[in-house]
């Protein structure tokens, strides 16, 4: 969190998330915990939009982790398997670097049998849109399901909070204020 003080010019202070440096002007993550709705697009579903249109993200739609997914244990998908899957999907593209898997690794063997399948809402099928991980015996498990919307319930009652802590301590700071300035 960070606070903005009130000055005798400005007598109004403010209490809200610190932006991280990278972020810039835009919304906080967290916003959508405090106020419900949707989120912005995360970096590596930006990704997704960007590659060949056959094994992309359409544009508008969110990803959010599917039943066979990695998960840490704040339930969001584990980045190693983010990675893969951007990698399988030749989806990085930074300048001098390449992440993305080849198709043969070193001395022309397999680099790993991690085989991912994308599949396109609207395309006649019977598994639901989203990428699916091609296991044994050519079963598949959904790793990423593809969604047109995603909607957060309010999660955190951040201004709830504020306001009582607000009236718990404003006394006392009001208090100490007032005979700074009658001791003057």
């Known amino acids: 969190l960070r606070t903005i003080l009130s000055s005798e010019q400005n007598l109004q202070a403010k209490v809200w998330f610190k932006n991280p ?5 835009k919304e906080h ?16 579903e930006q990704l997704l939009q960007n590659v060949h249109v056959s094994r992309s993200l359409p544009r508008g739609w969110f990803a959010v982790p599917g039943p066979a997914a990695r998960k840490d244990s704040y339930g969001n998908m584990s980045r190693g398997q983010v990675i893969q899957i951007l990698s399988a999907m030749r989806a990085f593209s930074e300048v001098g670097f390449n992440m993305n ?8 063997r397999a680099r790993n049998n991690l ?22 015996n050519n079963s598949l498990s959904q790793v990423l399901a593809f969604v047109p919307k995603v909607s957060y319930r309010k999660r955190l009652a951040f201004f709830e909070i504020a306001q009582s802590v607000m009236e718990r ?16």
């Open 101 to 108: 898997r080849r198709d043969k690794g070193m001395g022309g």
């Open 29 to 44: 993550y967290l916003a959508p915990q405090v106020y419900g709705g949707s989120r912005p697009f995360k970096r590596f």
């Open 169 to 184: 301590e404003l006394p006392g700071y009001f208090e100490r204020a007032m005979q700074k300035v009658i001791a003057r």
């Open 21 to 25: 440096p990278n972020m810039g002007d």
């Open 115 to 136: 085989q991912y399948v994308v599949i396109q809402p609207g395309r006649n099928s019977k598994l639901k849109p989203g990428v699916w991980l091609r296991g044994p």
